[in-house]
């Protein structure tokens, strides 16, 4: 999945540094795909070993970065990768564990879980909004618009999705918590 990742936002969105594509990945594929941020060195390493990126270093303001770019193997890879069939993950949810066992906390403490699960889904739920604006911005900055320029109209039906399935789930939770709420 990594590799994945980090070959498409190679793909759009090149050269990166190290930095990029973590900032990249926390303010889009994290809300989607589980990846642990300290996998991406690692990955890095091991895909400019089999040739699908190169680096260089770049000295700028008496500062070294390294740059990654895309190799014509490495876009040939990618499009494999997005050309296969992942299967389809099992949804983990820790807050539907949680309610699995419900039975074991007070009336009182299932709702302040479920409060707690409504509140991080509207924080996902603003964080979304402000990176679909911000990348809106970003466009007009360099004169296009999500409907001209193929990446951003896909990221921004990624995001699309995450709102509807934010609302979706905060409302499913706001009547679960009107139902523990009425429960004796």
């Known amino acids: 999945m990594i590799e994945l990742i980090i ?7 090149h050269p990166l540094t190290l930095y990029d594509i973590k900032k990249g990945m926390e303010r889009s594929t994290e809300y989607f ?11 890095l390493v091991k895909l400019e070993k089999n040739g ?23 876009r040939e890879r990618f499009s494999m990768l997005m050309r296969q069939d992942w299967g389809s993950e099992k949804y ?9 066992f419900f039975h ?11 409060k707690i699960h409504i509140n991080n889904f509207k924080n996902m739920r603003r964080d979304l ?18 409907e001209n320029h193929k990446p951003s109209k896909y990221e921004d039906d990624a995001l699309e999705f995450g709102l509807a399935y934010s609302d979706f789930v905060t409302k499913w939770f706001e009547d679960y918590f009107k139902r523990i709420e009425e429960e004796s």
């Open 104 to 114: 074991e906390l007070t009336k009182e403490e299932r709702l302040e879980s479920i």
């Open 7 to 13: 070959l498409g936002f190679l793909t759009n969105y």
């Open 92 to 100: 983990k949810s820790t807050q539907l564990l949680k309610m699995f």
């Open 52 to 74: 699908y990126i190169t680096s260089k270093e770049e000295v700028k303001n008496n500062r070294t970065k390294k740059l990654y770019t895309i190799t014509d193997s490495g």
């Open 33 to 43: 795909a589980s990846t642990s941020q300290g996998a991406i060195h690692p990955a």
């Open 129 to 146: 909004i402000n990176i679909r604006d911000e990348g809106k911005i970003r466009l007009e900055g360099m004169g296009l618009t999500i």
